[in-house]
Each structure stands twice: as C-alpha cells, then as structure tokens.
C-alpha cells in the first residue's frame, strides 16, 4: 500500500495538470448554516484542496436563523444553476431544519457528498477508501470484509461498496458482543473501523497477517488527534490518524466533482 499522504499528493497533481487544459471552469458551492468550529476547519480543507487543484471552490454562509424554505430555494436555485458543478451542505443544520429533506433535495446530478439516496456518488469516505484500495491493485473478491460500525455515512455505504466488489461483508454495531468482535477481527483480511471510540483496536486482538486496516475514527485524547486503532498493530497495513482516511475522504469530493464534469452535466 502507498503512503496516503504521497498517494493523495500525486493524484491532486494529476487532477490539477487534467483541470487546467479544461476549457471549462468546475465549481463547487458549499453551504453552510451553523457557527461550528469543526465544520469552519472542515470547509477551510476542502476550499484549499480545490484551490490546489485548480477547482473553483465559494462558499455561501447563511445566518444560523434561515428559515427551512430559504434553504430549500438556495438548493433549488444550485440545482438549476449551469455554472455549479456539484455542491454540498454542511452539516449539521440548526434544529429548525429537517436535514433529511434538505440531502433528499440535493438533486442527484449535484449531490457530490453522495448524501441524497438517489446520488450518483457514494459518500466520501467510503468511495475514498475504495478508490485508495482500487489504485493500489488490491484484490477484492472472495476476501473477508469487516466493518465496525452502522453510520449511514460511513459504515452502512461502506459495507454496500465491498459488497459490489464481491467480498464476504460482515458488518458490526454497538449490540456486538465482544467475544464476537474477536471472531471477526480474528478471520477478517480487510477491516474498517468506524465507531469514535480510541483504543477500541488493540494488540490484545489477534490479527490475519495479512489483515489491512483502515482507521475512520477521529478522536481527541488532551488535544491529541487519534482513531479508533492503537498504533503499529500486528497487521500489514494500518492507515495513520492523522494523515489517513481524512485524506483520502477529501480526495474523494475532487473525484466526484471531475465525475460531474466527465458526465457532461
Ligand atoms: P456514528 O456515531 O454515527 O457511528 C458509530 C458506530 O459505531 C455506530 O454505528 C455504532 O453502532 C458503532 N459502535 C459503537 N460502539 C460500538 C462497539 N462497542 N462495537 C461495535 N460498534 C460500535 O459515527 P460515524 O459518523 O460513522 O463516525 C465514526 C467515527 O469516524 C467518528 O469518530 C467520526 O468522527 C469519524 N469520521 C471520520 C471521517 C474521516 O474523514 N476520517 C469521516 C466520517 C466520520
């Protein structure tokens, strides 16, 4: 497996030689109605990655008091708009806002986080982690496929994703008992951790040595970034936090916003 830190530098080179001899400007519009720190830090990534690869990136900041409706005509309006190429709500909504109504009417030819059910995209984190494996010649079929946790986001479209790449897909939640987890930790060969618990894998586990991991988690011990994994698991593979599949995540936005593009829409 690559370094994700250079496999993701090269392929924004890639992106950013591909975007430039385009005769046509890509745009992403991200819409934003909270205060949140976390979502301010999350947007500042994803405006400065399309900023890298040449993709114009604006960002529409409504006030936390915007009414479900003047949301909903922002979306309409965006879905019509010819010169947006994909945008992107971020969540989370105030709680005046049905935020399954608002991705439902994300129009699926736009929705490039894949939150729509009816998206041509699949949510980002997954759709990064099976374009990583896809580059690195990872060699799905018939492998054990284990993911921890059930998020619509992550570990449900995950599960969803191995199980077109033809793997054995066991997925687990938080009803599992812990001598199951040791179970399937124990014949898995490919196993995603998405719960937002650190230490929840450990060296007390045993491992396939031929087991890959990939850490969605992020956690914060005293300001410390960590996942879901202790560090240097017996394991072949092991993605880092930070530096991990937060990459690989954000990558994935750029890939679908040049799939829109590729579609002609
Ligand atoms: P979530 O809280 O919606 O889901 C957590 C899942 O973990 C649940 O489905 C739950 O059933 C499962 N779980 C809880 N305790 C468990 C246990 N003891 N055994 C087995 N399963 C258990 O969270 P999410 O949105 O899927 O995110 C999970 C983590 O990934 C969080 O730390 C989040 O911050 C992180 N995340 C990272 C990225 C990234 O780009 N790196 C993207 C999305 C989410």
Do not use: W
């Amino acid at each position: 497996m690559k370094i994700i830190k250079e496999y993701v530098k090269n392929k924004k080179e890639e992106i950013f030689n591909l975007v430039k001899n385009l005769d046509i400007e890509i745009k992403l519009v991200i819409i934003q109605v909270n205060n949140d720190p976390a979502s301010d830090a999350y947007i500042r990534g994803k405006l400065k990655d399309l900023n890298e690869v040449g993709i114009k990136g604006e960002l529409i900041k409504l006030e936390v008091n915007t009414t479900q409706d003047e949301l909903l005509k922002l979306i309409n309006k965006l879905n019509n708009d010819s010169t947006v190429t994909g945008f992107i709500v971020q969540m989370p909504l105030p709680k005046h806002i049905d935020e399954e109504l608002i991705k439902r009417s994300i129009s699926p030819d736009k929705d490039v986080d894949g939150f729509n059910v009816l998206s041509k995209f699949n949510p980002a984190t997954p759709n990064g982690i099976v374009t990583y494996l896809k580059d690195n010649n990872y060699h799905f079929e018939s492998k054990n496929a284990l993911v921890i946790g059930r998020s619509n986001i992550v570990g449900r479209p995950m599960a969803e994703m191995l199980l077109k790449e033809n793997m054995n897909v066991t997925i687990l939640h938080s009803y599992t008992k812990k001598e199951d987890l040791k179970f399937y930790v124990e014949h898995a060969n490919l196993i995603i951790v998405a719960v937002g618990k650190p230490h929840f894998l450990t060296n007390d586990f045993k491992f396939n040595e031929d087991t890959i991991i990939f850490d969605v988690g992020i956690n914060r011990i005293n300001g410390k970034l960590v996942g879901d994994c202790d560090e240097n698991l017996n394991v072949k593979f092991q993605s880092p936090v930070p530096g991990g599949v937060g990459l690989l995540t954000r990558l994935s936005l750029i890939l679908n916003l040049l799939e829109v593009y590729n579609n002609g829409i």
